[in-house]
């Protein structure tokens, strides 16, 4: 048998909606797989780019977006596994293709006969007679590679690879240290006193943290967000919390192997050559200069309106923290690992809510079938569970997504949404497969295949996982993104899903999280795990009621790790800077109260350094909320949130045209107008009107 036949990954995947062969695929597959890949998508490239035919957009551009699909396919599911299900002989082969698949990229951008080809056509694009889609895939792909560095010099371009090569290596580096420091990590919980305070919950995902570790008389809390958050909320123990919040926010700055301090200061220093190479004098510059928002000034100056009132508004919250310490006798002074406990107690006395008693309405399956339901009452689609489909983990569900009004298929979609060790921290969405109708057999379109991903802590066997309201707004939210994956409808694979400007790709997330506040949506999916009762009037009134509590503090702490963000890409001295000592210098300059502290530190900051999506890019959620806020008015304009003519152009401008269009004129078309900031500042309790909550 040869090695082309033997090997799953290069065969077709004659598989059931074409999935991946999760099976058959084995940590070795990959690495021969990945070299056929890239032969074969070099060939695609010299193809195209030595054609004796002058270009044309057919023999060039759309070539280009057709070429190394089966390279697409093999990374897509590399690196979803890497994410999900990751195992060390994975993570091997991923710190060994880092630098191969970068310079990969480098040789195809760099090509010049191809960039030549590229660049002619750029130049006479007004003439060619394109339709819109086709003029925006011209002027994408142009920009691409230019920002790849297509137009430096010979000498540049050489460095250029070398220094694409070491940051694929060191931001696949960053990752795998934060997942060691948060896979070694446990807090072991033992007897009564241990647990004081833990509400039932906390107890059984801890207990089963602990079986899944193998140790069964005591429980486990780990790094993981939903176990460590309840953690730090409920345990009356400052002791273990302290504990607990020092190991959390020290995640990637121990010393020894996996200490990532060096290696985010040598990735700062390594961008900053990035971008003097293209002319740029920082990395925020280069990075910036293809979003929405442009520039530092924009995003400073949006950054600016939301922090004064912000820590204006966390320092009452923190008052209303330390009365309550005194009305209890206790003499302590609040720190960052008392707050979410003390929050907590003044939530529960002023809103009478109590996070133990809104979990039972929210078990996970409910609150599944609660985003089915809302996408298919917005958009006419429809799930079904494929209960025979295996993918990469037991854990993981199938379905098949249609369109109710014909049956036709839209595409499939993975739900994964459990923590375990394999599996790095957060909430993303991801995809195997993305949509496009740009295929060499006309007519013949290509689906798309997407993943959510989420970390809740799995109910004990034979229980039901509940889910916080927090958690429930994440499995919105990584669904708003399923849904632009999963609804995309435009002819190139470039222009596709979610592969929008890094600002406008938070806006069908963020905006799908409204449904879930919605009362009507409320009555219907959020029903008590053991009578079925629908969540009473009175706990979603407290749930509205509460809504801005707290907000100071969580609206310092993202718009404190935005801005250190920002500024560290936004240095201009070609070496980068101790980060630790950056980053508190930062935080004094800003004034960060040091009991809020910040959602992300640079040394575990994977938003940043573990890829470079959101590198001077952490402000998007803001930038996007401003949207979102503003978008979600239209339906409450409209009287009804599943209002059909809204829910028509929602879907036309936002969920399915992917990039084909420029993001403020498909926001423009969806809404009529440019967006207000004021929506934001309102649903954030930050309008210079609003009551102190
Ligand atoms: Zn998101």
New binding site residues.
Partial sequence: MTFATSNPLVQPWNTPHGLPPFAEVRAEHFRPAFDAALSEHLADIEAIASSSEPPSFENTVAALDRSGRLLARVEALFYNLTSSETSPALQAVEREMAAPLAAHNSVVYMNARLFERIDTLHAQRATLGLAPEQLRLLERIHLDFVRAGAKLGGGAQTRYAQVMQSLAELTTRFGQNVLADESAYRLVLRGERDLAGLPDFVCAAARQAAVDRGITDACVITLSRSHIVPFLTFSDRRDLREQAWRAWISRGEHDGEHDNRPVAREILTLRNEQARLHGYACYADYALADTMAGTQVAVDGLLQQVWVPAKARAEQERQALQALVMSRNESLQIEAWDWRYYAEKVRQARYDLDEAAVKPYFPLDRMVEAVFDCAQRLFGVRFTARTDLQAYHPDVKVYEVRQAADDSLVGIFLHDNFARPTKRSGAWMSLYRSQSRNSSSPGEGVLPIVVNNNNFAKGAPGEPTLLSFDDARTLF??FG?GLHGLLSSVTYERLSGTNVLRDFV?LP?QLFEHWLSERQVLKKHARHHLTGEPIPDELITKLEAASKFNQGYETVRYVASARVDMAAHALTASEGPDITAFEKAENERMGLPAAVGMNHRLAHFQHLFAGSGYAAGYYVYLWAEVLDADGYDAFTEAGNPFDASVAKRLRQFIYSSGNSREPREAYRAFRGRDPSVQPMLRERGLLAEDSPA
Avoid: A, C, M, V
Wanted: proline share 0%; hydrophobic share 0%; no cysteine.
């Fill in positions: 939210h990584e993104h938070e997330s």
